[in-house]
């Protein structure tokens, strides 16, 4: 039971970093254009994340019981596994680049899984389908949407910015700003809910593994009987006081902001005026609302940064700042392996010591 209270710290630990090193993505393109004060604009993402963590619990069903066989997870695997992510995550923020927190924190828990299991790389589930038909494993719900969805934020940005363009292109700059100014607010609030919407839940789908290992290895059998919210027996559903708690955690996370990171990709990426934040925004938060929908754990990251890049492409390719694309870019490379190496060799010394 101490264990699984570590556990439970790490993972509320991982999801306050995922608030606030993602803040950037929902908040980064608002406080750029100058639509919101930079607090105004963390208290509007925090509230919408706040909204968003509460719709749906598919992404929560794919990361507890879609990618590793639950049979090859422990506590220590679930705590190696969030030990890895938090690490790559505290990393790159200190380094103010927007890495995948939910990459960081599926490459961890393959790599953990693959310790508990002595290198049996039949626990990993590459491609399967569920009782329903639907595929899962991590070539469909990872693998493929790691690069498919930030190539359609890539283009998607880039469409709805070239389709504003010729709308608007008998406007003023000064109505088109006015307009933009206030459509970005909504656009803006979109991006977090999506963001929560799909984020909180890697965190829920965990704890969610966490209390079904608890249960099936027999660690609750001699709770009392007013803990029964403690035991998952099968992965239909995501405890309500889960959802509650992780929803409550990321929002607080991203009340607390993340500027290093805001930096990058809201000035140094593109400059970008309000009609720009809107188009990036929106793409972004279609996208990842659609994903959510499907169970797919994509990376918010990705897909709000191409958006980006899209959409300052359509100015002229040279108005997006490559050298710094350049280092997102192996942020985006090194995050699965680091983090399943890290998880790797975390599981490896937590078994050692437990001998």
């Known amino acids: 039971m101490t264990l699984f209270l570590f556990v439970l710290l790490a993972a509320l630990t991982f999801e306050y970093i995922n608030g606030f090193h993602d803040t950037a993505n929902a908040i980064a393109t608002v406080v750029s254009t100058k639509v919101l004060t930079p607090r105004a604009a963390v208290a509007w993402a925090a509230f919408w994340n706040l909204v968003g963590a509460w719709f749906g619990t598919a992404v929560a069903k794919t990361i507890s019981g ?41 490459g961890g828990l393959c790599g953990a899984a693959l310790a508990t299991a002595g290198g049996n790389w039949a626990v990993l589930i590459w491609h399967a389908h569920d009782k329903k038909g639907a595929s899962v494993g991590l070539w469909p719900k990872v693998v493929l949407p790691m690069f498919t969805s930030p190539l359609v934020g890539l283009l998607g940005g880039a469409l709805l ?124 938060a279609l996208i990842l609302h659609g994903t959510a929908t499907l169970g797919v754990p994509v990376s918010t990251t990705h897909v709000i940064s191409t958006s980006i890049m899209g959409v300052g492409a359509t100015k002229r390719l040279s108005a997006v700042k490559w050298g710094v694309v350049e280092r997102i870019l192996w942020a985006w490379v090194l995050t699965l392996p680091v983090t399943a190496v890290l998880g790797y060799a975390l599981e490896r010394l937590f078994l050692v010591a437990g001998r």
């Open 66 to 106: 879609g990618l590793v066989e639950p049979t090859a997870v422990t506590m220590t695997t679930v705590l190696a596994a969030l030990t890895a992510a938090i690490v790559w995550n505290l990393f790159t923020w200190w380094l103010g680049l927007p890495s995948s927190s939910s990459h960081a924190l599926i």
């Open 161 to 284: 910015m070239g389709l504003l363009l010729i709308v608007l292109r008998k406007m003023t700059p000064r109505v088109v700003a006015m307009i933009f100014g206030k459509a970005q607010l909504l656009s803006a609030g979109f991006m977090g809910f999506s963001h929560g919407s799909n984020d909180a839940q890697k965190t829920m789908g965990i704890i969610t593994l966490a209390l079904f290992t608890g249960t099936s290895t027999g660690v609750f059998k001699d709770l009392p009987e007013w803990a029964w919210f403690l035991r998952v027996n099968e992965f239909k559903d995501i405890p309500h006081w889960v959802v509650v708690t992780c929803a409550i955690t990321m929002a607080a996370g991203t009340a607390a902001g993340g500027w290093r990171i805001i930096r990058t990709m809201g000035h140094k990426m593109v400059k970008m005026q309000p009609v720009h934040g809107f188009a990036a925004e929106t793409t972004a």
